[in-house]
């Protein structure tokens, strides 16, 4: 399945059973996100705890709450991929989901002042 993002076109593997539901989206398939895996990569960020500062992880929880779809990263060596699952049963809204955590991944990668507000200690 193919989902229109702010990195193009990412084409989607699907796998499902009675109560669960998934969306991989793998590097060999999606050449220009490249760069996100090696961002998840080198940051260590395997799921939405993974993600510093708390206002980014905030951001990220309102997607998991919103869709119902919650993310991780596997890196494989030789098939890395972020999966992409229903946080409840027979549910998740992945056509919202996904784009929604790509933009969002892009925005922090590229534009990371745009969520972090720097904590402001007074007295100093």
């Given amino acids: 399945m193919g989902l229109e993002s702010v990195w193009g076109v990412i084409r989607t593997r699907r796998t499902a059973s009675r ?3 998934q969306e991989c989206v793998l590097l060999k398939d999606n050449l220009s996100l490249k760069p996100l895996f090696e961002w ?3 940051n260590k960020i395997k ?3 993974d993600v510093k500062p708390e206002c980014y992880q905030k951001r990220l929880l309102d ?3 919103d869709s119902e779809v919650r993310f991780s990263f596997e890196d494989d060596k030789a098939l890395p991929m972020i999966i992409f699952s229903n946080s409840v049963p027979l549910e998740g809204n992945f056509q919202l989901g996904i784009p929604e955590y790509l933009k969002t991944f892009y925005k922090i990668m590229y534009n990371p002042d745009l969520y972090y507000v720097p904590e402001v200690k007074l007295g100093d």
């Fill in 19 to 21: 109560m669960s539901r």
């Fill in 63 to 65: 997607i998991l709450v």
């Fill in 47 to 49: 799921n939405v705890n």
């Fill in 40 to 42: 998840l990569r080198v």
